[in-house]
Nanobody
Framework: QVQLVESGGGLVQAGGSLRLSCAASGRTFSSYAMGWFRQAPGKEREFVAAFNWSGSSTYYADSVKGRFTISRDNAKNTLYLQMNSLKPEDTAVYYC???????????????WGQGTQVTVSS
């Protein structure tokens, strides 16, 4: 069984930074590609960033490219999302995801974390 637990969300001013963490248990890094999605109120869940299955490549949504960095610690089975230069439009619940994340579609995800709220004030 796969479990994903996010942490690190919070309230930050525009231009600030946050780092999200996703602690994974079960057959995650060895069996699934990992990434991050987000969902703002009234909007669909959207792709943010991901590793491919081998961890050799990274992928980003255009809206976060150059500001967000995805990383991982295989020894700790932990996925990270460093978010810099945050904007009010980055406000959303951020979800850790395992599955076909590089398809960038929520319907292709096998497992979700419970989500962590990120709020960026202007």
């Amino acid at each position: 069984q796969v479990q994903l637990v996010e942490s690190g969300g919070g309230l930050v001013q525009a231009g600030g930074s946050l780092r999200l963490s996703c602690a994974a248990s079960g057959r995650t890094f060895s069996s699934y590609a990992m990434g991050w999605f987000r969902q703002a109120p009234g909007k669909e869940r959207e792709f943010v960033a991901a590793f491919n299955w081998s961890g050799s490549s990274t992928y980003y949504a255009d809206s976060v490219k150059g500001r967000f960095t995805i990383s991982r610690d295989n020894a700790k089975n932990t996925l990270y999302l460093q978010m810099n230069s945050l904007k009010p439009e980055d406000t959303a619940v951020y979800y850790c995801a395992a599955g076909a994340v590089t398809a960038r579609t929520a319907s292709r995800i096998n497992y979700w974390g419970q989500g962590t709220q990120v709020t960026v004030s202007s």
